[in-house]
């Protein structure tokens, strides 16, 4: 079995309220931030998946057997301040933010022996994946940048989903695969518009500034990808959506895996891309049955660009 571990400076307690047929309220509590997320679906998808991230409080205590329950390892590192935790109301078809604790800023002391922990343990992964913090100043960018270095010199595939300038350090650092949104690299200004000839273009630029392969996920429109100095488009099957949220972290889920795996490239974007766009007809955030994902697979095709 391929083994991962997913690094996460800010795991979440979350609460979504959803309406049942008959007009009654519904509470849903589960772990959640990016991390979470892209571990609920890489174990989904078969992958023994571990988390390496702090847990603490009343909401810490909540939130670890919440994550075992989803056949997630949690690597704890014990705080003495509470996770992040929220509160969204989804009764009205859209997500209504009721309450939001932020999480906090990891101590020196706590921050080093996370870091410690995600190295120590990546070494003897397949995969290591780096989640974003959810939350501003949780840790500084440079802790991206020493933790991708550090595993790739010893040769383990390092995994991005990231923005502004944690993806920037991440990069810096070297990376097996950067998966990032259109919509980031316009808002980073590292693309001139949503014209695929300027994403690819962004995609060459962060492959020069240290990532070997790069995925760009465009909503609704085929994903791109380079892989290596080969350019490609994604066509995947188009579904009435539920519910978009989730979908770019199974996705990246999804390639993790595939690399874990040992699945070429083509492979492993295929197999990210049935992840995400199966994902986009669930409620649930980066969820999905590994059987159907295996069964889509069959109708997502590479197009050479």
């Given at each position: 079995m ?10 979440l ?19 959640g931030?990016?991390?979470v ?35 997630i390892v ?5 705080v ?19 309450a939001?604790?932020n ?30 913090p ?23 595939p ?60 465009r ?28 979908a ?58």
């Open positions: 391929a083994t991962a571990v997913v690094f996460t400076p800010s795991p307690l979350t609460v979504t309220i959803e309406a049942q047929p008959d007009g009654t309220a519904e509470l849903h509590v589960h772990g931030g990016q991390g997320w892209i571990a609920r679906m890489m174990s989904s998808l078969g992958c023994e998946t571990r988390l390496a991230g702090p847990f603490g409080g009343e909401s810490g205590e909540v939130l670890q057997p919440l994550i075992e329950r989803e056949g949690p690597l704890a590192v014990p003495p301040y509470p996770n992040g935790a929220y509160v969204h109301d989804r009764r009205e078809g859209e997500r209504s933010v009721v939001t604790h999480p906090p800023t990891l101590e020196r002391h706590d921050h080093d022996q996370l870091y410690d922990l995600a190295l120590i343990e990546g070494l003897a992964a397949d995969v290591v994946v780096l989640g974003g959810d939350g501003e100043h949780v840790v500084e960018p440079d802790t991206y940048r020493r933790l991708a270095a550090d595993l790739s010199a010893q040769n383990v390092v995994v991005v989903d990231l923005s502004g300038d944690y993806l920037e350090a991440a990069v810096s650092g070297g990376v097996h695969l950067v998966k990032v949104s259109h919509e980031e690299l316009l808002n980073d200004g590292r693309a001139r518009s949503d014209d695929p000839d300027h994403l690819i273009e962004a995609a060459a630029k962060l492959r020069e500034a240290g990532a070997a392969n790069v995925v760009v996920s909503a609704g429109e085929p994903a791109l990808a380079l892989l290596g100095d080969r350019a490609v488009s994604v066509q995947t099957p188009t579904f009435q959506r539920a519910d978009h949220r989730g770019g972290d199974s996705m990246t889920a999804g390639l993790a895996v595939g690399t874990a795996s040992g699945l070429d490239l083509d492979q492993a974007l295929i197999l990210g891309a049935a992840a995400g766009t199966l994902n986009t007809t669930r409620h649930g955030l980066a969820t999905g049955e590994r059987e159907l994902i295996e069964r889509l697979r069959e109708r997502v095709t590479l197009q050479d660009l």
